[in-house]
């Protein structure tokens, strides 16, 4: 069993950054990989962003490849979603998620959620 807790989401102009934090705890970290996604109003949950139980590895969706950055900290047991040049269409409540799945983008193998946290993007 593992908790996780979002936060850093905000108020942000476009073309502005945000770091996202996810901090665990409960079972170590390092046991899962660990994903983003983000659900925006009226929209299905969508994957953003996975990274290898190591680090090693990571994976993200088309629309956020070269802005946005996943990363962690098993010390810390903590994930990090390093996101920059926003949009307002990435404005969502981001998730954080923990899977024994190897990158996987598929929101039904992430056994562990947080609560999120809300991003929103203004133009």
């Known amino acids: 069993q593992v908790q996780l807790v979002e936060s850093g989401g905000g108020l942000v102009q476009a073309g502005g950054s945000l770091r996202l934090s996810c901090a665990a705890s409960?079972?170590?970290?390092?046991?899962?990989?660990m994903g983003w996604f983000r659900q925006a109003r009226g929209k299905e949950r969508e994957f953003v962003a996975v990274?290898?139980?190591?680090?090693?590895?990571?994976y993200y969706t088309d629309s956020v490849k070269g802005r946005f950055a996943i990363s962690r900290d098993n010390a810390k047991n903590t994930v990090y979603l390093q996101m920059n040049s926003l949009k307002p269409e990435d404005t969502a409540i981001y998730y954080c998620?923990?899977?024994?799945?190897?990158?996987?983008?598929?929101?039904?193998?992430?056994?562990?959620w947080g609560q999120g946290t809300q991003v929103t993007v203004s133009s």
């Open positions: 409960g079972r170590t970290l390092s046991t899962y990989a």
């Open positions: 990274i290898s139980r190591s680090g090693a590895a990571t």
């Open positions: 998620a923990a899977t024994t799945t190897l990158l996987s983008t598929t929101h039904s193998e992430y056994a562990y």
